[in-house]
């Protein structure tokens, strides 16, 4: 007999591989697991019969990997008419939906939908069933080394595809129970200035939380309290289990029992849990409520560690592809790191000042061992976490959220003289709160991946010494601390030097690196509220510790320069060199060139005097350390590329060529290609792009010219390592970081 911890091993040991297989098996390959690990559990080592369960869990999880992507193949060939529900609106021009029914088909479970700048012909709530002509598409992220990996996000969350509304009709308009419920609460908390917050603690709804507050909560460490997740479903349950408690006080002695309030919880938890939205994160949360009331009620003794496995394994087995959510790993890993915070490091304090000790002695904990998840997910720390959330925990968990639920009771009750007092006492402490968090010092510290194994330090320490490791051998501790700190005295080779080509969606970044310093060709694009330097390419820089010391901006397009802003505002000491005249500027005409960190640029294009603007424009650059060499070429097209090519044959030629203006057909003549005579392209484009970049009359006549092809939109980030006699070129989605969940769903991978 498997004990119930060793099965819940089984299934996180037999998940787990989801989060590193680079594709999926097919269905027959999973048929012959699984029934091979059928037959291997009538053997009677308890071993082999461990690894059974371990490979069927395995085929569990495929099954649900390939059920997740099977909306992939069938939906986005073609238009669909699709019978869906509204399960989330912004009122205006976004909506997610589940489609119950496409081209008469019943689909189960309902794969999601997220709906972007679609305007449907009467207003929107959630709860509507509406019958729609819909053109939908996988989602596809930008994929940078350390950067945000949406499409994963998507497919954790159950929402694998976008789409755009060809035509809508309303099938039926009554909204939900919760729409109606969020609309009347709303109403009636608008008069406050914190109702976004508000509505975030009570619903969840964080759409309306401005970016002021989401950076704040951010560099204070104190986002986690916004989410809907263990706390407030956790508080909900607790006053499920009090009422019951009270209730039992009415009842004889031998009524009285422990099973009427654990399912008391239970039912206000997922009360709680259907009002707030039923969010991944708060239904994984009433999962493992509901497995800890079940350990409960089986009358045995578990420890804090047999709990936390079956926890994390029943919500890992009710949706495998959970697995691939950073929340659920950053929820288990915080679970994890109180329960041996706790264990290692007991709380010993008496007083009357014992129970701010106990605050003070768990946020000790929590922010030392969660510094290498932290780290990993948000490439930082707050320096000012460990006070912030002295401050925000208590009064978010015994203030707010009782004030803020004892206004949702009201509502209900329609008793809005009280709910406006209510919602007026939980306005106030939020403002009090959000005061004391803005009037803290700035305390978020940007770290690179070399801090990843020093966060580490803290467990090692804790382990060495509670268990006496430092003084039986000081030496052998030493020594495995300082080889913690390995990445920071490692050196690359001399003669190795590096260029990136960022996935920046339309626009062009390339990051040219050597000795830890770094040059920039162009700087990504930009947007109202935004761009691609904020974004991703100052995120990115700081991740691998690169400070960039000078940057080339092509022309004066805005998906070229678009950043140009936010590196200056960041690094103001570094140098801009551009064709553009501008002030400031160091004049990029042909002719000029320089050497830096022993590698040697040219400028072959435009000449002194060049009068025409635009993409003509664009500074030709050509970088060389004597052996290998690249042509950075911006957006020049096809008459500035035959008039740049008179009487300069010989120094263009360069092993790898960066495609002009993103492969668009005004550009790349047959006679660049020729006279390049590379052997490799690179192009920057997103997969979506209005102007369906690069061409593929363009991608064929490379072909044919011999270069081998490659774009950000199906490799993602592109890097290229040179060093003696040789040069290696890597795509993030295929070769540096391949991962089932990475790949191009959808249409294929061939430019059509």
Not at 102 to 124: E, N, T
Not at 348 to 362: D, F, T, Y
Not at 724 to 741: D, F
């Amino acid at each position: 007999m498997i004990s119930l911890p060793a099965l819940s091993l089984c299934v996180m040991a037999g998940l787990s591989p989801l989060l590193f297989l680079p594709s999926l098996p097919t269905v027959a390959q999973i048929a012959v697991i699984t029934i091979a690990s059928t037959l291997m559990l009538f053997l009677r080592h308890s071993a082999v019969r461990f690894l059974a369960l371990t490979l069927l869990f395995f085929c569990w999880g495929l099954l649900a990997a390939r059920q997740v992507t099977l909306p992939y193949d069938l939906l986005t060939t073609k238009t669909h008419q699709v019978e869906a529900v509204i399960t989330g609106t912004d009122g205006a021009t976004e909506h997610h939906i589940k489609i119950y029914r496409a081209d008469g088909k019943r689909w189960f479970p309902a794969p999601g939908v997220v709906l972007r700048d679609s305007y449907l012909p009467k207003k929107a709530c959630a709860g509507q069933r509406w019958l729609m002509t819909l053109r939908l598409r996988p989602v596809h992220g930008q994929l940078n080394e350390g950067g945000f990996d949406s499409q994963r996000y998507a497919l954790s969350q159950h929402l694998p595809m976008t789409g755009r509304v060809v035509s809508a009709q309303l099938l039926e308009d009554s909204c939900s129970f919760r729409a109606r419920y969020l609309a009347s609460f709303s109403h009636h908390m608008a008069a406050f200035n914190w109702q976004p917050v508000i509505l975030a603690l009570g619903f969840g709804e964080r759409m309306a939380l401005t970016d002021d507050v989401k950076r704040l909560l951010r560099e204070t460490g104190t986002a986690h309290l916004m989410a809907i997740s263990g706390l407030h479903i956790g508080f909900a349950g607790t006053l499920g289990w009090a009422l019951a408690r009270l209730l039992q006080l009415l009842l004889p002695a031998r009524r009285l029992g422990y099973r009427f309030p654990l399912l008391a919880m239970l039912i206000a938890a997922a009360l709680y849990t259907w009002l707030s939205g039923s969010n991944p994160p708060a239904i994984r949360t009433l999962i493992a409520l509901s497995a800890w009331c079940a350990l409960r009620l089986c009358g045995r003794q578990w420890t804090p560690w047999q709990v936390w496995m079956c926890c994390v394994a029943a919500i890992l087995f009710f949706d495998p592809v959970s697995i691939l959510s950073e929340s659920l790993w950053l929820s288990a890993f915080a679970v994890a790191a109180l329960i041996f915070w706790y264990q290692w490091v007991p709380l010993r304090a008496e007083g009357k000042w014992r129970p701010l000790k106990s605050l003070l002695h768990l946020q000790c904990g929590m922010t030392l061992l969660l510094l290498p998840l932290q780290l990993l997910l948000f490439h930082g720390l707050s320096l000012t976490s460990l006070l912030a959330n002295l401050i925000a925990v208590p009064g978010i968990t015994f203030v707010v959220v009782p004030l803020v639920l004892l206004s949702m009771v009201l509502d209900l009750a329609h008793l809005a003289w009280l709910e406006h007092y209510a919602g007026l006492l939980a306005d106030r402490s939020l403002a009090l709160l959000f005061w004391l968090l803005r009037e803290l010092p700035p305390g978020w510290l940007s770290l690179d991946q070399r801090y990843q194994w020093i966060t580490l330090a803290p467990w090692l320490i804790i382990i060495a010494l509670r268990v006496g490791w430092h003084r039986i051998s000081p030496a052998t501790c030493g020594i495995s601390l300082g080889l913690l700190t390995w990445p920071f005295w490692q050196k690359t080779a001399d003669d190795v030097w590096r260029l990136h080509m960022l996935d920046i969606g339309h626009g062009l970044a390339i990051v040219i690196e050597r000795h830890g310093r770094a040059i920039l060709y162009d700087s990504g694009n930009a947007w109202p509220g935004g761009d691609s330097a904020q974004q991703t390419i100052i995120p990115w820089l700081r991740w691998h510790h690169l400070k960039p010391e000078g940057v080339i901006i092509s022309h004066e397009h805005l998906d070229h320069r678009g950043g140009l802003e936010s590196f200056t505002s960041t690094w103001p000491t570094m140098w801009i060199r551009s064709s553009l005249h501008w002030a400031g500027h160091i004049p990029c005409v042909k002719g000029a060139h320089w050497r830096w960190q022993g590698l040697i640029f040219t400028v072959h294009w435009p000449p002194e005097g060049y009068q025409e603007r635009g993409n003509n424009r664009s500074c030709v650059v050509k970088v060389d350390d004597g052996e290998h060499s690249i042509l950075l070429t911006g957006d020049i097209e096809a008459s500035a590329e035959l008039a740049m090519l008179k009487n300069q044959w010989q120094p263009l030629q360069a092993d790898i060529l960066q495609v002009p203006h993103h492969g668009s057909r005004t550009s790349s003549t047959p006679t660049l290609l020729s006279v390049v005579n590379g052997k490799a392209a690179l192009a920057s484009a997103s997969r979506y792009n209005a102007w369906r970049l690069p061409s593929a009359k363009v991608v064929k006549r490379y072909q044919q010219h011999r270069y081998q092809w490659f774009d950000t939109a199906h490799a993602g980030q592109l890097s290229v390592s040179f060093s003696s006699g040789q040069w290696k070129i890597e795509g993030l989605r295929e070769q540096i970081s391949p991962r089932w969940y990475h790949e191009w769903f959808g249409s294929p991978a061939e430019y059509r």
